[in-house]
């Protein structure tokens, strides 16, 4: 008999760890097998040596995106849920703009990456107009929604009681829409990354995007993929603070199974 | 002048407050009329989709209305009065809050948020039976036991008058007879006016001091019957013959029930 804790202990750490020896091992395989030159595809270990060698270049151009993405992401809440509370409780303003915004979410803004670099250049302001684009749609469609879901009743007592309209929302309609609103924050960050790689790809001198591009143009396929590594540690951070911001809102949460 | 007095009440929704598809107006309420005294109970039966939600909103000054006059306590209602209690057909408590915040919920709005108001908030809970659940969550409670909360809920502010939504329609036969004697019980010790919507006819009767019944939507008063059933009452009280003449009349009232021969002529209704 196995104990149940080091059982699940197995299943929660073991398998991914099993599982990502099975990838590392394909990738090593199809190395030797391909007999592929380092150029095309570096061994892990190659990966490896660029990542400790460059280190401090991974995290100096790391921080730039850190900083585009964290920053058009903010942008995109601080201005997304203010109109988000606009809309809701505005019927004129959610037959204008509601409809619309559904039907942008499907549009990939990336596209516009390149009208908003001829605008704004390639320094910062156009990394952080990129991010906030994609990251502004999840936040202010599920904002509106989560706001628009309050139940009526609870509506019709705060009316009853005669409450303000901020009382209204502080207490009844803000954290109804929580779930919600967290729900498109979780979404928003991973599109923030996203933008962010795509925006220095486009027209960058600095950034993870610009030093993936730099280091292929030069050949040097293994610092590409410790770029490449680099970036997916940036995106798993920044969804793990969106994850600890949820665990932090935790006691105003409904329970998770109740959750959208 | 009675305590309550609502009179030709008539609502109409139309453009702009239509929740339906359709342009066309829905006439949701034709003519309602009826009295009551202070502490009293109505119990207001009809068919579902009559118009009964419409005129407790109306009466809570939440919609207005087309035509018509509601006046309680003195005061003729044309916005909320803000001291009404609501209990809705669902608990409808805030998942995020515990359930003696729930409570007291009413009490922030009104800012009076004290120590006095705790310690009634607690008060009401042990009143239902639930002192041990008071820093509870409301997902951890059976149906029957959220919409106690949501009672004590609609009770904190001493409201002068408690409107009550098919409150126990959801709840399953047993707890719901528990949930009737609680709430004649409670009656008993606050003295409470209570408007009770109920698609019930026992229900009706055993709760209440009188009974309105609406014929089917667009809604009238079909009846109003007197419920002289002595006090207190139990589940005793279901099985007298003035409690059975009662559901008589009431099914009668409701078109559920072929006049017999001794049947009076509908007031209302038949016009
Ligand atoms: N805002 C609205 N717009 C259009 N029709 C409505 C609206 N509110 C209620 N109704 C209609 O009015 C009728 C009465 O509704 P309601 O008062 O909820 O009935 P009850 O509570 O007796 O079941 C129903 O047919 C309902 O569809
Ligand atoms: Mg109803």
Redo the contacts between chains.
């Keep these: 008999m196995i104990n149940p804790m080091v059982a699940r202990l197995i299943t929660r750490i073991g398998y991914p760890l099993f599982g990502l020896v099975v990838i590392l091992g394909a990738w090593v395989l199809a190395c030797w097998l391909g007999n592929l030159p380092t150029v095309v595809l570096p061994t892990p270990d190659k990966v490896f040596h660029a990542f400790i060698a460059r280190f401090d270049l991974l995290m100096s151009e790391g921080w730039v995106t850190v900083k585009e993405t964290l920053y058009g992401f903010l942008l995109a809440i601080v201005i997304g849920i203010p109109l988000a509370v606009a809309i809701a409780n505005s019927r004129p303003l959610n037959l204008m703009f509601y409809p619309l915004l559904i039907a942008l979410q499907s549009v990939p803004k990336v596209a516009l990456a390149p009208i908003i670099l001829v605008w704004l250049g390639t320094g910062m302001e156009s990394k952080l107009a990129i991010v906030w684009l994609v990251a502004f749609f999840p936040i202010i469609v599920d904002t509106v929604a989560g706001l628009r879901s309050t139940?009526r009743?609870?509506l019709?007592?705060?009316?009853?009681?005669?409450?303000s309209p901020m009382?209204v929302f502080l207490?009844?309609q803000f954290?109804?829409a929580?779930p919600f609103v967290i729900t498109g924050a979780k979404v928003a960050i991973t599109l923030a990354v996203i933008g962010a790689v795509i925006g220095e790809f486009v027209g960058a001198s600095e950034g993870l995007g610009f030093l993936l591009l730099s280091a292929t143009s030069q050949l040097d396929t293994p610092l590409a993929f410790a770029a490449l590594f680099a970036l997916s540690f940036l995106g798993i951070a920044a969804y793990l603070l969106v994850e600890l911001a949820e665990k932090l809102a935790e006691?105003?949460?409904?329970?998770s199974?109740?959750r959208h | 002048m009675a305590f309550g007095t609502i009179r030709n009440v008539r609502k109409v929704f139309s453009a702009g407050e239509l929740i339906s598809r359709s342009r066309e107006p829905v006439v949701a309420l034709d003519d309602a009329s009826f009295d009551f005294e202070q502490g009293q109970l109505v119990a207001l039966l009809g068919p579902s989709g009559c118009g009964k939600t419409t005129l407790l909103r109306i009466v809570a000054g939440l919609i207005s209305k087309t035509s018509g006059s509601v006046n309680i306590g003195g005061r003729e209602v044309t916005e909320p009065l803000g001291d009404y209690g609501f209990v809705f057909q669902s608990p409808s408590l805030m998942p995020w809050r515990s359930v003696v915040d729930n409570v007291l919920f009413p009490m922030e709005i009104l800012k009076n948020n004290n120590k006095a108001a705790r310690a009634r908030a607690n008060e009401l809970l042990g009143l239902v039976g639930l002192s041990n659940f008071a820093h509870a969550r409301p997902h951890q409670l059976s149906g029957g036991m959220q919409q106690r909360v949501a009672l004590c809920r609609a009770l904190i502010h001493q409201p002068k008058l408690l409107l009550m939504d098919e409150p126990f329609g959801a709840l399953d036969e047993l707890t719901r007879l528990e949930m009737n004697d609680l709430l004649l019980r409670i009656r008993r010790e606050t003295g409470a006016s209570v408007l009770f919507v109920t698609h019930s006819i026992s229900e009706a009767i055993y709760l209440s001091d009188k009974v309105i019944v609406f014929s089917r939507r667009p809604a009238r008063v079909a009846r109003e019957i007197q419920i002289d059933l002595p006090y207190p009452r139990s589940q005793r009280t279901r099985f007298t013959a003035a409690f059975t003449e009662a559901e008589r009349i009431a099914s009668e009232a409701l078109g559920v029930l072929p006049p017999g021969s001794e049947a009076e002529t509908e007031t209302g209704a038949a016009s």
């Design positions: 139940p009743e609870l019709e007592l705060a009316d009853s009681l005669r409450a009382q207490k009844v954290p109804a929580l006691p105003w949460l409904p329970p199974s109740q």
